[in-house]
């Protein structure tokens, strides 16, 4: 897999075997994918393939997403320690879930690709090839 950037941090991502010690994550719950966000890098078992990879990653860049633009810091600002985990998780759901649909409802209504910083996704009918 490739890495990826985001707001000038460079993350890799990483197959790795479903045993592996860094598919634990902050709960201590062994799972399927995780984000490391001290050393960058996104690791996914190599049980799952597409299209579920996908959803998967997906997930896991949101995780990226909210701390490399410093938001998982404002979100802890906001929200009370005990619900950390919860509104984390709940962010990246949210984006996992509804991010691909609202860029795809977007070039619709545009009726062309949506583009934010230079970056084009979407096709004009509203489908997801592409994004």
Request: one cysteine or more.
């Amino acid at each position: 897999m490739q890495p990826f950037s985001v707001n000038g941090d460079v993350w890799m991502v990483v197959r790795v075997s479903p045993d592996s010690p860094s598919l634990i994550d902050r709960t201590g719950k062994r799972t399927i994918a995780t984000t490391d966000p001290a050393r960058r890098v996104v690791s996914v078992s190599t049980d799952i393939e597409p299209p579920f990879l996908d959803k998967v990653l997906l997930h896991e860049v949101a995780h990226a997403i909210t701390i490399s633009h410093g938001l998982l810091d404002v979100l802890r600002m906001v929200v009370p320690e005990d619900y950390w985990v919860f509104v984390e998780e709940w962010a990246a759901q949210l984006m996992e879930n509804y991010g691909i649909e609202a860029v795809a409802l977007t070039s619709k209504s545009l009726g062309r690709p949506a583009c934010v910083s230079g970056l084009c996704y979407g096709q004009p009918d509203g489908g997801y090839d592409g994004i």
